[in-house]
């Protein structure tokens, strides 16, 4: 996971990297991008086509969240393959579900939703009654998380019908059929040990992969993937080989691999292992983090863990971590899987067996009975730092 590029936070890739759609562009792809960018310098990420908060900050709530103009946006881009032969790449960024606070709702479940609040006109606003949502385990079961939850799915229901809205707009231009379409998501839900996290439900994404291609439908893989799976998949698809180049004087190599080969398995062998990191989120909540999940077992390696562990603002003002910090102040039940001061203070080393413990809940680093296993995944995280030029691999010989 990687900082926020916008403010202060000035999160950036290097100037001399191959982007996505900088690739695509210079095989003769006509690009397009719509709603949340959040990446930057430009150079890097040009587009032929851009409607997001960057080309105009007054409408980034339009362009993220308001599905009608979302689709509307969509059906402009491809209008344009009427009289424009090359093929397409089209990239939207929703901001459903992430939180937005304020008048109009906690995740801008408000807005929109009719009357004072504006109309959406796709949107068929979904309600849900707080006492009847599933509560995951990482959030306490208490009324005030319950309600956030609940808004939540409000705003995930907008996200989905307008997914829909758009899988009909490529039905209608007649693309349906040669279209590769891929929806993922970034981050894990705004609630703890979710987002900026590492444990499970920070790094189990939802992804779904459409492939006109594929022999199998509306299966679920077992497959260990990851986002930088993405740009290995999309160029397969597109059959464009990845420029060979250097930055900073090393050579650029891919870490991940197409998902088109195993879109018809459930099983697939060689997707056993699958890797992670963290560096922060925002400029003030440093936390590097490194992570190995091979099979059964997972190995998170908090590299700093002498601090204590950041909350990233849209968090920390929530209902939800609010709710808990008083709760903790006070002396009251949590009803969570953890204390506030187990969250906050980690080991250097965390080792799980996630089948047997999915809430991550038994700390297995100290076991001797899972000492080799420890020392094997160690050494992988390491051989990983040492191919992707990881400048943390410095602590291992200075400290």
């Not at 509307?72 to 459903?96: M, T, V, W």
């Not at 060689?270 to 999940?293: G, K, L, N, W």
């Not at 809940?361 to 191919?387: R, V, Y």
């Amino acid at each position: 996971m990687y900082g926020l590029e916008h403010g202060v936070h000035h999160f950036q890739s290097f100037e001399g990297v191959h982007s996505l759609p900088m690739i695509l562009h210079d095989a003769g792809y006509r690009t397009g991008i719509i709603g949340k960018k959040h990446v930057a310098p430009m150079d890097v990420y040009p587009f032929d086509y851009s409607k997001t908060e960057i080309d105009d900050p007054s409408m980034s709530l339009q362009y993220g969240r308001n599905i009608t103009l979302i689709k509307e946006l969509a059906q402009d881009f491809l209008s344009g393959c009427k009289n424009d032969s090359r093929p397409i790449f089209l990239y939207i960024g929703f901001r459903d579900p992430h939180r937005c606070g304020g008048s109009k709702g906690e995740f801008c479940e408000i807005w929109g939703s009719g009357g004072e609040h504006g109309v959406i006109p796709d949107w068929t606003p979904q309600h849900y009654d707080p006492s009847n949502v599933k509560v995951p385990f990482n959030v306490p079961d208490t009324p005030v998380a319950r309600q956030d939850l609940a808004n939540q799915y409000t705003s995930i229901s907008r996200l989905d019908q307008g997914i829909g809205l758009l899988v009909k707009e490529f039905e209608n231009a007649g693309l349906i059929k040669n279209t590769l379409i891929v929806y993922f998501s970034d981050n894990g839900i705004p609630f703890p040990a979710a987002k900026t996290n590492l444990y499970e439900p920070g790094m189990s994404e939802p992804m779904f992969v459409y492939s006109p291609m594929a022999t199998k439908r509306g299966h679920h893989s077992q497959a260990l993937v990851s986002s930088v799976d993405l740009l290995p998949t999309a160029l397969d698809w597109a059959s464009v080989k990845y420029p060979s180049y250097s930055l900073n004087g090393k050579h650029v190599n891919l870490t991940g691999s197409s998902l088109l080969p195993i879109l018809n398995e459930e099983n697939p062998s060689d997707r056993d292992t699958v890797f992670a990191s963290h560096q922060c989120h925002e400029v003030t909540m440093y936390y590097p983090m490194r992570v190995i999940h091979q099979g059964l077992f997972k190995l998170i390696y908090n590299i700093a863990n002498n601090l204590t562990y950041p909350i990233a603002e849209d968090l920390y003002g929530s209902p939800t971590w609010q709710d808990l910090l008083n709760r903790t102040k006070t002396s009251q039940s949590l009803n969570w899987y953890k204390t506030y001061n187990e969250y906050s203070y980690r080991e250097q080393w965390e080792m799980y067996n996630i089948e047997e413990d999915p809430q991550e809940a038994h700390n297995l680093a100290s076991s001797p009975d899972h000492a080799d296993t420890l020392k094997s995944m160690q050494a992988k995280i390491k051989q990983w730092q040492e191919a992707t030029h990881d400048p943390w691999l410095v602590k291992y010989t200075h400290e």
